[in-house]
Structures are given as structure tokens and as C-alpha cells.
């Protein structure tokens, strides 16, 4: 294609250059031969007057005068000697036609560089390779930590580093597993009890009631200040509609994270939202909400690459989660392969929690996920789609194919 290319352009060039160059072109006669004659004749004349007005001796008149004679003979000469010049240009042709372009594809070859469009899909195709290759490599990376620990089962650290990879990779159940295990080794510590609870949670669909919430209280209580544990606890007390203890517990996180930044924000809305709650009075973030009407229409759909790896009766969870915050679903819809392609609505009256509504947040990540075991869970073989929105005002519509093996 590009060598193609710069055949076309070389073409239009030498149609555009040649033509005029093959044609002989007289040179045009701008006829000063006769204006020559004139001026001689001019200056002629002015030395006859100078000689009868004595201003000129007859020797000075003769030798002034043969001086114009010479100069007009030598001027005439020089004029009949070009009437029949011509300008022949065709000897430019083959320098244009075979010298320019070949100099020009050696100089291009030399300094330039002809393979860099295949050298670029190459390098992309490779990026993405690599891309790929990272994320088996992972995997393969914690199974083989896996396996070591059932070796040494006795390594806390190996059990604290696995826990949070399998959080990483979504394998939050997995987590939980590995995240106990370090809890029995490691004891009370703040931060090991916390992650615990947290990859609980996540196992549990977000729900922060049971254990996790034991957990997260005890690690309160030896780390009165810890960002984590406030914001944990303060959920907790909101699932469990104790909305007084929640508030105490956001009110004070409120005065230890930065100002102006996302989590400041979002703590911000749900001390509202829970002070609104406590008092029975419409604070001014919860007006605003009831005002926008947030709700995302989405558009579900399946690739069709693996429509024949997934049955009627698999489940389909379509849910929307903060983008940072909480992990649990703001709103969810649950659904069956066999219903798809479909379109739901998700707004505020399905939140999960009367605090954690869409309306609540204005960067949310919408979902689309397909399990074959029909746990709420993400895990190994489900598919799934995503879509982010990074400012969710009044009402949104998203299109999601679901086109991804986990």
C-alpha cells in the first residue's frame, strides 16, 4: 500500500513537470535591435550638433562617432547570434524520470525506515502478548505460592501475601481462605483482621454482618484511628440500621482524611445521608439526589464467541458498584442467560443498603456478569462485561456486551 502510494504521487509529478519540458520553446525576441538603432541614431544626432556648436573638434567627432558605429555593429551581432536560440529541455527528462526517483528510494532506504509500519503492528501485537502473558503469569505466580505454603503452612507472611493476591486477582473467597489462616498464625493485629474482614465482605456480596463485623470492631478497638477500620465500621453499623453509631464512627474519619479528595467526598454524602436518616429531616444531598432521579438504563448482551459455553439457565448479575468506596453493589438485578439479550433499569429503591444508594456516587462502574454456579461471587469461568461512568447525573444509558472469560 505504500509503496503503491508513492508510485501514484511520482506519476502525477512527472505529468505535471514533463509535458513542458518536451516541448522547445523559442526564446522570444524582445526587439532590441531596433531600439539600438534608435539610440545610436539619438546620440548621432547630438554629436553633429556638438560639432557645428564647436563644443566637439572634428577629431573628437570621429572618434566619438566610430566609438557608436562599433557599439551598435557589436550590439546587432549579439542580437542576430540569439534569433535562432532555442532552449532544448528534453535532456532534463531522463535525470527527472530515472535519477530523482532511484535517488530518492536509496536515500529513503538508507536513512529512512521501510518496515515501520509492519515493525509497529508487530510491536503492538506483542504489547498485547505481553499483556496476556502478565496475567497467566499471575495466576501462575499465586498458584505456586499456594502450593509452597501447603508445604509450609507455618509461614504467616506467605499466608498474608497470598490472601491479598487472590484479592487482587477477584478471588475473594480464595482470600478469605488464606486471609484466616494468617489471622491464626499472626493473632490481633489491626491490619491482618481488617483485610480479613474485608475479603468476608466481599465473599459475602458486601455484607459486612458476622464475623467480618467482629473482626472489624476488635481491630477498632486496639487502632482507635485506623482510615479502614472507621470506614468498615461505619458500614457495618449502617447494615445493621444503627445509623447513630455509624454516623460517630464516619463524623470522626471525616476530620483524618485529606480535604478535597474522593474518599473526603464520598464520607461526606453518607454523613448526610445518615444524618437525614437519624433526624427524619431531607438534608440538602438527599434533596438533590430525590431531585436528579439517578438511574442507569443498561443494554445487556453476549458475545457471540461464547454463547455456546454458557447454558439457558445460567445466572446473570447486573449490578452497579462505586468506582472507589465500598465494594458491595450500589444496585443489582438478577437474571438468566435465557433472558438475554435484555434491558433493566437500575436506580436507587434497589439499594442494598438505604445509605448506599446510585445516587450517592458520580463515578460508578456498571457490570454484567454470567455464573454457572450462581454465587454472587466473581470466580474462575464466569463472563463478564463492564462499563465505567465517570459522571453519573439524571439518567445514563450503557451498552454492555458480555465478551470476557474470568
Wanted: aromatic share 6%; hydrophobic share 45%.
Amino acid at each position: 500500500m505504500y509503496w503503491l502510494l508513492v508510485t501514484v504521487l511520482l506519476a502525477i509529478a512527472f505529468f505535471v513537470i514533463i509535458p513542458p519540458l518536451w516541448k522547445n520553446k523559442e526564446i522570444e525576441q524582445a526587439d532590441s535591435d531596433q531600439r539600438n538603432i534608435k539610440i545610436a541614431r539619438e546620440r548621432a544626432k547630438e554629436l553633429k550638433q556638438q560639432l557645428e556648436s564647436d563644443v566637439l573638434t572634428q577629431i573628437q567627432f570621429d572618434e566619438q562617432y566610430s566609438e557608436l558605429e562599433l557599439t551598435l555593429g557589436d550590439d546587432l551581432d549579439i542580437e542576430k547570434s540569439g534569433q535562432d536560440t532555442t532552449i532544448q529541455g528534453r535532456w532534463v527528462i531522463p535525470v527527472i524520470v530515472i535519477f530523482l526517483p532511484l535517488f530518492s528510494v536509496l536515500t529513503y532506504l538508507v536513512l529512512g525506515e521501510p518496515n515501520a509500519l509492519a515493525k509497529a503492528q508487530i510491536q503492538q501485537t506483542q504489547i498485547t502478548q505481553q499483556a496476556k502473558n502478565s496475567q497467566v503469569d499471575v495466576g501462575a505466580m499465586v498458584a505456586g505460592l499456594a502450593e509452597r505454603l501447603k508445604q509450609d503452612p507455618g509461614n504467616a507472611q506467605g499466608w498474608l501475601m497470598l490472601g491479598r493476591s487472590y484479592k487482587h486477582l477477584k478471588q475473594y473467597q480464595n482470600a478469605a481462605n488464606a486471609l484466616e489462616k494468617a489471622y491464626a498464625l499472626l493473632g490481633d493485629q489491626p491490619e491482618v483482621m481488617l483485610q480479613y474482614a474485608d475479603a468476608l465482605a466481599m465473599a459475602n456480596d458486601g455484607r459486612l454482618s458476622g464475623k467480618a463485623a467482629d473482626l472489624i470492631f476488635k481491630a477498632l478497638e486496639k487502632s482507635p484511628n485506623d482510615v479502614t477500620g472507621l470506614w468498615l465500621a461505619g458500614m457495618a453499623k449502617a447494615e445493621m440500621s444503627e445509623f447513630d453509631q455509624a454516623l460517630q464512627y464516619w463524623t470522626k474519619l471525616e476530620k483524618l482524611l485529606p480535604p478535597e479528595s474522593d474518599s473526603y467526598r464520598e464520607i461526606q454524602g453518607l454523613i448526610a445521608l445518615v444524618q437525614a436518616k437519624v433526624t427524619g429531616t431531607e438534608s440538602p444531598v438527599v434533596e438533590k439526589a430525590a431531585v436528579s432521579k439517578v438511574n442507569i438504563d443498561v443494554q445487556v448482551s453476549v458475545a457471540e464467541a461464547i454463547k455456546s459455553k454458557l447454558a439457558a439457565q445460567d445466572t446473570v448479575f447486573i449490578y452497579a458498584k462505586a468506582l472507589t468506596g465500598p465494594p458491595m453493589p450500589l444496585a443489582i438485578v438478577r437474571k438468566q442467560v435465557s433472558d438475554l439479550p435484555l434491558s433493566v433499569t437500575l436506580d436507587d429503591a434497589m439499594a442494598m443498603m438505604p445509605t448506599m444508594k446510585l445516587s450517592s456516587f458520580q463515578q460508578v462502574k456498571v457490570v454484567a456478569r454470567i455464573s454457572k454456579s450462581g454465587s454472587a461471587m466473581q470466580q474462575k469461568g464466569d463472563f463478564i462485561g463492564s462499563v465505567e461512568i465517570k459522571e453519573l447525573a439524571g439518567k445514563v444509558s450503557v451498552v454492555i456486551v458480555i465478551n470476557e472469560e474470568v
